[in-house]
Nanobody, 121 residues
Framework: QVQLVESGGGLVQAGGSLRLSCAAS????????LGWFRQAPGKERERVAT????????TYVDSVKGRFTISRDNTRNMMYLQMNTLKPEDTAVYYC??????????????WGQGIQVTVSS
């Protein structure tokens, strides 16, 4: 099992920045791919950004390209999401997730508890 814990959320004004962190523990040798997801009230969960654990290949949803940066430090079992130029529409609960290489792409089996990010206008 892998445990994931998010930190760094909070309230920020539009145009501001936040950095989310995700700490992984447990059987971290199982980790193959990680991602940040978000869910706003009344909306479906959305994949924001992903990163491969070994080679750090990244993907982003179009709405955050150029504003958010995903990164990882696999020597410390950490993943990050640097969020700049935040907009009110970025308001959501953000989740970190991980999957092993036994799962198909997009099917994440480990999830954090989520952390609130609120962007005021």
């Amino acid at each position: 099992q892998v445990q994931l814990v998010e930190s760094g959320g909070g309230l920020v004004q539009a145009g501001g920045s936040l950095r989310l962190s995700c700490a992984a523990s447990g059987r971290t040798s199982n980790i193959y791919h990680l991602g940040w997801f978000r869910q706003a009230p009344g909306k479906e969960r959305e994949r924001v950004a992903t990163i491969s654990w070994k080679y750090a290949f990244t993907t982003y949803v179009d709405s955050v390209k150029g504003r958010f940066t995903i990164s990882r430090d696999n020597t410390r079992n950490m993943m990050y999401l640097q969020m700049n130029t935040l907009k009110p529409e970025d308001t959501a609960v953000y989740y970190c997730a991980a999957r092993s290489d036994s799962r198909p792409p997009g099917e994440y089996e480990y999830w954090g508890q989520g952390i609130q990010v609120t962007v005021s206008s």
